[in-house]
């Protein structure tokens, strides 16, 4: 399985930015599409953001869509989220997950259990005045 590193969390204040990093291991297979989740307190997990192995195709969530933008550099085994316009909503730990093998809207859509996927240890976001 990938090992996989978020950082780039922190505390911000509403209306802030910031740019979350989620670095592999090794060398990012093909097939592997890379996804951003968040886990509230008191609340499920949610798929905010994934993108295809080539990057060629992305997926958001509504909560999400049109502040946040998902960007991977295969060359440094890097993926990006670039978050705008935060909300206090959008506190939680953010995680970076890898599966293969699957459509970037299907890992995002929370339908998928992503059981082999593997896991970040997370970055704490904090959007708060």
């Known amino acids: 399985q990938l090992q996989l590193v978020e950082s780039g969390g922190g505390l911000v204040q509403p209306g802030g930015s910031l740019r979350l990093s989620c670095a592999a291991s090794q060398f990012i297979p093909d097939y592997y599409a890379i996804g951003w989740f968040r886990q509230a307190p008191g609340k499920e997990r949610e798929g905010l953001s994934c993108i295809s192995s080539s990057g060629g195709d992305t997926a958001y969530a509504d909560s999400v869509k049109g502040r946040f933008t998902i960007s991977r550099d295969n060359a440094n085994s890097m993926v990006y989220l670039q978050m705008n316009s935060l909300r206090p909503e959008d506190t939680g730990v953010y995680y970076c997950?890898?599966?293969?093998?699957?459509?970037?809207?299907?890992?995002?859509?929370?339908?998928?259990?992503?059981?082999?996927?593997?896991w970040g240890q997370g970055t704490q976001v904090t959007v708060s005045s």
């Open positions: 997950a890898a599966e293969l093998g699957i459509h970037p809207s299907a890992m995002c859509s929370g339908y998928v259990r992503l059981d082999q996927a593997s």
